[in-house]
């Protein structure tokens, strides 16, 4: 068939898609340029829940919350108006492993972003006022997680998964953990953590790159550099798990799944496509024409791959009946074993790669998030793949590799599954 060797592409631009310079003090300033009217911008510290001692689980979301209550020059109220009074919104996460703050907002504005992102993350005092108040709000948005079981699964899936690991911590940390930091704490994390190398300013906007460099410069330039040694070490693999978990809830919950690949693994953009074919984005995966639109068991079936840069998340997740996740569980392995035992065909395997690289393109449009993810790379990686590299890369994906990487990461001695089950 002609399908074969027909690759995918679209007419892209044939300009550099961003660029980056690093200060003296190793943080790197990153641009990519827009005609838009708005800007989009983040400052991204490679510094995680992973990263937290022993006993410190939820340190490095405490500190994100408390990067917003008080600094050296402004308080609470200063801080929140500084960019809400022209308009822009401001925001900010923490992930495993980074800790962001991000910005949308009109071009004449971002020097005062800039402005108010260096003072936030390197001048804020973290009052024990500011620090009691905000106790109280994360210890609810702990409560509020545990009231919403497709949540709660998914954080207590990960404790399976990485099983006495600080990957397998809730990045939210446990009431104890939480209700016991103190100002000691969040100094000593700052100072093993945030290193001046392993950070990112990214602004996607219509500027020149020597004015970005240049309000860089007078912003980040000063800073001291730090340069600690993380210790990170990549989780083992525990193997086959099992666990039913009884909770006051209607429905029955489920999610199973297994340890993937690493970021710069060569299996991952098989991956990436198996999963999107298997149960990803929009109404047509195999999961939902199978379990929602053939069966009618499942009101939401999904897969998820997640990488991080010494390994990786894959899991399907469902929510049915009590009395229909025995037949929900029997038709995802059913898939699963589709993909280990038959390779795609040429029309197959032409579909998934026209799909997901159709996705991709549209996603473009996401600007924050797609600065986001270069921010990311170039902090990973140093260097961020173009549209055009990527979906070369999908291009190169062939059957066999699919087949492949199927027996490796849905092999049913491997998965790790937990259900949430409703009391009886």
């Known amino acids: 068939m002609q399908l074969k060797n027909t690759p995918i592409s679209l007419s892209l631009p044939p300009m550099t ?10 943080i790197k300033i990153l641009h990519k340029h827009s005609t838009s ?25 405490f500190i994100e919350h408390l990067l917003f209550k ?16 022209v308009g822009a919104d401001l925001n900010a996460y923490t992930t495993k492993e980074y800790t962001c703050v991000h910005a949308s907002l009109l071009n004449p504005h971002l020097e005062r972003a800039i402005d ?22 994360i210890l609810d948005e702990i409560a509020s997680y545990l009231d919403q079981p497709e949540e709660a699964i998914q954080d207590d899936f990960e404790a399976m998964l990485f099983k006495g690991h600080a990957m397998g911590n809730n990045i939210l940390g446990t009431p104890q953990t939480v209700s016991a930091f103190n100002k000691d704490d969040i100094r000593q994390f700052i100072k093993d953590n945030y290193n001046t190398s392993e950070m990112i300013f990214a602004v996607f906007g219509d500027y020149t790159f020597e004015k970005v460099i240049k309000l860089g410069e007078k912003y980040w330039g000063q800073v001291p550099a730090n340069h600690p040694v993380k210790n990170r070490i990549a989780p ?12 006051p809830i209607s429905q029955t919950h489920c999610i199973m799944g297994n340890q993937a690949y690493r970021a710069m693994h060569p299996n991952k953009t098989g991956l990436l496509l198996l999963n999107n074919l298997l149960g990803g984005m929009g109404m047509s995966s195999r999961l939902n024409l199978e379990i929602r639109e053939k069966h009618g068991i499942a009101y939401t079936v999904e897969s998820n791959y997640t990488s991080f840069t010494d390994t990786g998340i894959f899991s399907v ?33 032409h579909q998934a790669k026209q799909k997901f690289i159709g996705q991709i393109a549209l996603a473009e449009e996401n600007r924050m998030s ?16 173009t549209l055009q590299q990527l979906f070369d890369k999908i291009n190169k994906v062939t059957a066999a590799q699919l087949l492949e990487i199927s ?15 409703p009391e009886q």
């Open 70 to 85: 008080e600094t050296e020059r402004r308080g609470t109220s200063q801080i929140l108006n500084r960019l809400e009074l």
């Open 17 to 26: 898609e961003y660029q980056v310079h690093t200060l003296a003090n190793g």
């Open 370 to 385: 797609l600065i986001l993810s270069i921010a990311k790379s170039v902090l990973d990686f140093n260097c961020a793949d």
């Open 236 to 247: 083992k693999n525990h193997g086959l798990d099992k666990s039913t978990v009884r909770k």
């Open 407 to 421: 027996n490796d990461v849905f092999d049913t001695n491997k998965l790790t599954t937990l259900l949430f089950e």
């Open 37 to 61: 009217a708005i800007t989009h911008c983040c400052f991204m510290v490679n510094a995680g829940s992973r990263d937290e001692p022993e006993n410190k689980e939820g340190l490095a979301h």
């Open 317 to 349: 997740y469902f929510g049915t009946d009590a009395g229909k996740a025995e037949k929900a569980i029997k038709l995802v392995h059913k898939e699963l074993k589709k993909l280990r035992d038959q390779p795609l065909g040429v029309l197959q395997l």
């Open 116 to 137: 108010l992102f260096e003072d936030i993350i390197f001048h804020s005092t973290f009052p024990q006022d500011e620090m009691e108040k905000e106790r109280g709000v």
